[in-house]
């Protein structure tokens, strides 16, 4: 019952004895590879996968990281290096900059933070649609560069206390824009400076303001006098009716806001653009149940929100501008790819007019720069992919005469519909405008751009150029079906600013010329008027006969609708050639605005008539682009500072970066 007790417990030791010689522990290498691999194999099969695993890993992850650093760090060396024999040959030498402008900085969501105004200090802004290209500003960047950035901090550190006043850059603040110098790509200049000139890059300075002149103080208060009527009779609604003290609903998306938002910064008017800031913010919302024009809303809208994010870098208003332009989209969604009129930016739907299957031309391919500029600053290749693919298709058609396009073209078909007519007025002006801006925009490398463009004024010059009686003024007339017509529309205006704009690009000389010739068509277009302001057509007679003008008006074209193509026109002719002459004419236009068509309780007013002085007729409508456009080039155009807008920089479009929405 009683288990046997355990036997007495007994205790060994095992020592093993063995001489050097006898291939004991030695702490060789080969005893240790042996314990290495005898302790490998004890590892189960699980245990050596892990392991192999993780060092293929590392071994990857190291493969990426060097050719990730190894090319920044071999460009940083090599610059450095190349510096370094540059100063040993040439002592004080400093690298050729060209100015470039980059981003704003962002305006902080707080109003209060806004950024101070101060008038008319240098660089740059953007004047309405037909104008000067917008502040230079490049896209928002990325964080991928931080690395770069960082690596390249550490390279020239040391170096970097005793050629600080080389790589400093020089910075110019403008209305919260900002403007600093950058290397140019081009190889750095070997001309030895001055020993006692501080280099471009360091003695150059912000400049002081230059004071407003009594002419621009005008149109500053005919701006407020206008936008005072627009805030207490039609705020946040599309036009104003300044005679019955109302508004007037077009898309209902506050069309005159939006579009007068870079004039009130351009004409550093603070309180009403922080006013109307609040207003985008709080109350601008694009998902409506609404069909708006595909091409009013991108010059008005688009147009008018990246202009303004140009001129404040206020990221509001690029996020507004990619909300409008990716409803738009459905626009393009047409068997030949040429958009249809009316979008529905609520449902996303688009459609041709009602009684019609066509586009105008005109619509169709004067949208380019506003989409191609979004694309540009989001990074989305989807608008620009759409609006290039139109200009494409437009090049590649048949139905033109010597470069001269039809006024219709159908969104079915894609091709031009009512062939034989042909003019530069109204459903075709400004595809020849868009095709000259769209090239500048691009860095002047699209040819096929200036090709439609040098073959259209050339066709201009074949068909449509006439001269009148008895002061024979040179005219932009219509041909239809072989037979010419001596009527022209104010819209055709816009001409002698392109041709100018051409010229100063490299384009023909005698493209110039032309643009005199026509300036002053335009400006008798006022000045034979009895009230000094032109009709929306005039007919030009071109057979002398006595006590005859050179302009004939017919009574349904005589009103006026405060267009700006003519004193948009005068400016770039100003900034060209220095005449005074356009200032004092761009003064008797806004004298007649001011004297007809300006409302004692605020606002200005489209006319019915303006051969009646006594009667003028008010149509009691505002349109958006008086503010947006007429009074901003009136400004600009009678402002002696050539960096308030600085085309020589500006339009240089040698970097193929030049940002041009809303010119």
């Given at each position: 019952?009683?288990?046997?007790?355990?036997?007495?417990?007994?205790?060994?030791?095992?020592?093993?004895?063995?001489?050097?010689?006898?291939?004991?522990?030695?702490?060789?290498?080969?005893?240790?590879?042996?314990?290495?691999?005898?302790?490998?194999?004890?590892?189960?099969?699980?245990?050596?996968?892990?392991?192999?695993?993780?060092?293929?890993?590392?071994?990857?992850c190291g493969v990426i990281t060097y050719a990730n650093m190894a090319e920044p760090?071999?460009?940083?060396?090599?610059?450095?290096?190349?510096?370094?024999?540059?100063?040993?040959?040439?002592?004080?030498?400093?690298?050729?900059?060209?100015?470039?402008?980059?981003?704003?900085?962002?305006?902080?969501?707080?109003?209060?933070?806004?950024?101070?105004?101060?008038?008319?200090?240098?660089?740059?802004?953007?004047?309405?649609?037909?104008?000067?290209?917008?502040?230079?500003?490049?896209?928002?960047?990325?964080?991928?560069?931080?690395?770069?950035?960082?690596?390249?901090?550490?390279?020239?550190?040391?170096?970097?206390?005793?050629?600080?006043?080389?790589?400093?850059?020089?910075?110019?603040?403008?209305?919260?824009?900002?403007?600093?110098?950058?290397?140019?790509?081009?190889?750095?200049?070997?001309?030895?400076?001055?020993?006692?000139?501080?280099?471009?890059?360091?003695?150059?300075?912000?400049?002081?303001?230059?004071?407003?002149?009594?002419?621009?103080?005008?149109?500053?208060?005919?701006?407020?006098?206008?936008?005072?009527a627009y805030r207490e009779f039609s705020w946040g609604h599309d036009e104003l009716?300044?005679?019955?003290?109302?508004?007037?609903?077009?898309?209902?998306?506050?069309?005159?806001?939006?579009?007068?938002?870079?004039?009130?910064?351009?004409?550093?008017?603070?309180?009403?653009?922080?006013?109307?800031?609040?207003?985008?913010?709080?109350?601008?919302?694009?998902?409506?149940?609404?069909?708006?024009?595909?091409?009013?809303?991108?010059?008005?809208?688009?147009?008018?929100?990246?202009?303004?994010?140009?001129?404040?870098?206020?990221?509001?208003?690029?996020?507004?501008?990619?909300?409008?332009?990716?409803?738009?989209?459905?626009?393009?969604?047409?068997?030949?790819?040429?958009?249809?009129?009316?979008?529905?930016?609520?449902?996303?739907?688009?459609?041709?007019?009602?009684?019609?299957?066509?586009?105008?031309?005109?619509?169709?391919?004067?949208?380019?720069?506003?989409?191609?500029?979004?694309?540009?600053?989001?990074?989305?290749?989807?608008?620009?992919?759409?609006?290039?693919?139109?200009?494409?298709?437009?090049?590649?058609?048949?139905?033109?005469?010597?470069?001269?396009?039809?006024?219709?073209?159908?969104?079915?078909?894609?091709?031009?519909?009512?062939?034989?007519?042909?003019?530069?007025?109204?459903?075709?002006?400004?595809?020849?405008?868009?095709?000259?801006?769209?090239?500048?925009?691009?860095?002047?490398?699209?040819?096929?751009?200036?090709?439609?463009?040098?073959?259209?004024?050339?066709?201009?010059?074949?068909?449509?150029?006439?001269?009148?009686?008895?002061?024979?003024?040179?005219?932009?007339?219509?041909?239809?079906?072989?037979?010419?017509?001596?009527?022209?529309?104010?819209?055709?205006?816009?001409?002698?600013?392109?041709?100018?704009?051409?010229?100063?690009?490299?384009?023909?000389?005698?493209?110039?010329?032309?643009?005199?010739?026509?300036?002053?068509?335009?400006?008798?277009?006022?000045?034979?008027?009895?009230?000094?302001?032109?009709?929306?057509?005039?007919?030009?007679?071109?057979?002398?006969?006595?006590?005859?003008?050179?302009?004939?008006?017919?009574?349904?074209?005589?009103?006026?609708?405060?267009?700006?193509?003519?004193?948009?026109?005068?400016?770039?002719?100003?900034?060209?050639?220095?005449?005074?002459?356009?200032?004092?004419?761009?003064?008797?236009?806004?004298?007649?605005?001011?004297?007809?068509?300006?409302?004692?309780?605020?606002?200005?007013?489209?006319?019915?008539?303006?051969?009646?002085?006594?009667?003028?007729?008010?149509?009691?409508?505002?349109?958006?682009?008086?503010?947006?456009?007429?009074?901003?080039?009136?400004?600009?155009?009678?402002?002696?500072?050539?960096?308030?807008?600085?085309?020589?920089?500006?339009?240089?479009?040698?970097?193929?970066?030049?940002?041009?929405?809303?010119?």
């Open positions: 019952m009683y288990s046997a007790s355990p036997p007495p417990r007994r205790d060994f030791i095992s020592v093993t004895l063995g001489g050097v010689e006898g291939g004991g522990y030695n702490n060789s290498k080969a005893w240790r590879r042996r314990s290495c691999l005898r302790k490998w194999k004890q590892l189960s099969r699980l245990q050596r996968s892990v392991i192999l695993f993780l060092f293929a890993f590392l071994a990857v760090w071999k460009s940083l060396t090599s610059r450095a290096s190349e510096e370094q024999k540059a100063d040993q040959e040439v002592p004080g030498l400093k690298p050729a900059n060209q100015a470039v402008l980059p981003i704003p900085k962002k305006a902080d969501a707080n109003l209060g933070d806004y950024p101070d105004f101060s008038l008319q200090k240098p660089p740059k802004q953007l004047p309405g649609r037909r104008g000067p290209p917008h502040l230079q500003i490049r896209p928002p960047q990325k964080d991928t560069t931080k690395t770069q950035e960082e690596a390249a901090k550490v390279e020239q550190e040391p170096a970097q206390v005793e050629r600080e006043h080389k790589t400093e850059k020089s910075v110019i603040r403008w209305r919260g824009a900002v403007i600093d110098t950058e290397q140019s790509p081009e190889p750095p200049s070997r001309k030895v400076k001055e020993p006692d000139k501080p280099s471009p890059a360091v003695s150059e300075e912000p400049k002081e303001p230059v004071p407003l002149n009594e002419r621009q103080l005008a149109v500053i208060e005919a701006f407020r006098h206008a936008w005072k009716k300044p005679v019955s003290k109302s508004y007037g609903e077009w898309f209902g998306l506050g069309l005159t806001l939006i579009d007068a938002l870079d004039t009130m910064w351009i004409l550093g008017l603070k309180a009403e653009f922080q006013e109307a800031r609040a207003w985008v913010a709080t109350h601008l919302n694009f998902d409506k149940n609404v069909d708006v024009n595909l091409f009013e809303s991108a010059i008005r809208i688009l147009g008018g929100l990246l202009s303004t994010y140009h001129l404040s870098g206020d990221s509001l208003f690029l996020e507004k501008a990619k909300d409008i332009g990716s409803r738009l989209m459905p626009a393009f969604n047409t068997p030949s790819k040429i958009p249809f009129s009316d979008v529905n930016i609520g449902r996303g739907t688009a459609h041709p007019p009602r009684w019609t299957s066509d586009s105008t031309v005109a619509e169709v391919t004067s949208i380019q720069l506003e989409f191609r500029e979004l694309s540009r600053l989001t990074g989305e290749e989807k608008f620009q992919n759409a609006v290039d693919g139109v200009m494409k298709h437009v090049h590649t058609l048949p139905g033109k005469n010597d470069g001269l396009v039809p006024m219709f073209i159908n969104t079915n078909s894609g091709q031009f519909t009512h062939l034989g007519v042909y003019t530069l007025g109204a459903r075709a002006d400004s595809y020849y405008e868009y095709l000259l801006k769209q090239w500048i925009q691009g860095g002047k490398k699209e040819n096929e751009l200036l090709e439609d463009y040098v073959k259209g004024i050339e066709g201009v010059k074949m068909h449509l150029l006439r001269k009148s009686q008895p002061k024979r003024l040179t005219f932009v007339g219509e041909l239809a079906h072989g037979r010419f017509s001596a009527k022209m529309d104010h819209l055709v205006c816009f001409l002698p600013g392109a041709l100018a704009l051409g010229a100063h690009n490299g384009l023909p000389a005698d493209h110039m010329d032309l643009a005199l010739e026509l300036a002053e068509t335009c400006y008798q277009m006022y000045a034979q008027v009895e009230t000094g302001l032109s009709p929306e057509i005039v007919h030009f007679n071109m057979h002398a006969q006595k006590d005859q003008k050179d302009v004939e008006i017919k009574t349904a074209d005589r009103h006026n609708l405060l267009r700006p193509e003519t004193v948009e026109s005068l400016f770039y002719l100003y900034r060209f050639t220095g005449d005074k002459k356009y200032q004092d004419w761009g003064w008797e236009i806004l004298e007649s605005f001011n004297k007809y068509t300006r409302v004692a309780t605020g606002g200005y007013t489209s006319i019915n008539n303006v051969q009646s002085p006594s009667n003028p007729e008010p149509r009691d409508k505002m349109e958006s682009f008086f503010l947006s456009e007429t009074l901003k080039y009136l400004f600009l155009l009678f402002s002696d500072d050539v960096d308030l807008i600085n085309l020589d920089k500006l339009c240089t479009g040698d970097r193929g970066d030049e940002p041009l929405p809303r010119w």
